[in-house]
């Protein structure tokens, strides 16, 4: 029928009306908290290119999950930042290492309340800052690589992680990791892999809070941002290797790829909100220029909409309250 009989406007008219016809919801059971967790400090200690965001003691790392979990969120995130580092990365794969300590306090705190996460890779860790072990030419050795993480999702699921997140983009890296863990009896034990993470500039204040040793960049083995094709193969590949869920990174820039990926496979679909793409939002509200709450939620609702059901996320826990109050 011809306007004035067809009126798309009366399904908008007040809040009620749009909150039953809402075609997207996030849910924060569908979020997850980064968190950071430095060795040494009896303090938390503000990131300064992420307002908001902490490096924990291990103290204050247990009252936060606690919130956490009461706030509803679906998991948490864990990254460590070790106070030495060596060419090898020796301290991700220590059991007494920062980063599995902080694995038992938050099990120890919050048990199986959330989803307790963490990151497997060895850029926190190594005095170079790249994902791997290096060759006597400064590239990095994916094989040599591997058999790291091995080792390194074994002490964190010895520590009690319920998920590894491999996030080096080794080839392999997925295959690699199930194949430990089985072995190790932590058959239980899932993987999220960063099947796409992509050589972003998105990543930079991330690097502040992990006190990054990067020298040089990381495109020799993670993704052009111009490809979309590869990223399907990579998904593909992870899914064949066992990959329980699969992940897209940075989320925002690449919504097209977090629809594509959803279309492509059957297992649940990540993406992760960078440090970069909050770190805008939270500049610009800071200067007036938009309003903070709306947008953080309307970022969010894109990430869901495109096809992802597990948002990483800075704001998770605030966002999980909002959602809670508005729903």
Not at 216 to 237: F, H
Not at 313 to 318: K, L, Q
Request: glycine residues 8%; charged residues 25%; aromatic residues 6%.
């Amino acid at each position: 029928m011809p306007y004035p009989e067809i009126r798309p406007r009366r399904l908008r008219r007040n809040a009620a009306v749009r909150r039953l016809v809402s075609e997207t919801r996030v849910d924060p059971a569908e979020l997850v908290v980064p968190m950071f967790v430095k060795e040494g400090l009896t303090e938390p200690r503000a990131v300064a290119s992420l307002p908001g965001v902490l490096q924990h003691s291990r103290d204050s790392l247990r009252k936060a999950a606690v919130e956490a979990v009461q706030a509803g969120v679906g998991g948490i995130m864990l990254f460590g930042v070790p106070s030495t580092r060596d060419e090898t990365g020796s301290g991700g794969l220590d059991p007494d290492g920062i980063l599995n300590v902080a694995i038992r306090d938050v099990i120890s705190e919050v048990g199986d309340a959330t989803v307790v996460m963490s990151d497997l890779c060895l850029d926190e860790f190594t005095s170079h800052g790249h994902c791997g072990l290096l060759t006597p030419d400064g590239g990095v050795d994916n094989d040599a690589t591997l058999a790291a993480y091995a080792e390194m999702a074994v002490a964190q699921a010895d520590a009690g992680v319920h998920v590894v997140g491999p996030s080096g983009m080794m080839d392999g890296q997925v295959g690699v990791v199930r194949r430990a863990l089985d072995a190790a009896g932590h058959q239980d034990v899932a993987v999220l892999a960063y099947a796409v993470k992509y050589a972003s500039a998105f990543f930079g204040p991330f690097r502040d809070a992990v006190e990054s040793a990067l020298e040089g960049d990381r495109r020799g083995y993670q993704q052009d941002p111009a490809n979309l094709r590869e990223s399907l193969r990579e998904v593909a590949l992870d899914v064949a290797e066992g990959a329980d869920m699969v992940m897209v990174k940075p989320a925002l820039p690449y919504l097209d790829v977090v629809s594509a990926v959803r279309a492509a496979v059957d297992v649940p679909v990540a993406a992760y909100q960078v440090s970069g793409e909050y770190a805008m939002v939270e500049a610009a509200a800071a200067n007036g220029w938009i309003d903070r709450e709306r947008v953080m939620l309307e970022t969010l609702t894109s990430i869901r909409r495109a096809g992802a059901q597990i948002i990483l996320t800075y704001w998770a826990v605030e966002a999980a309250q909002l959602l809670r109050e508005r729903y």
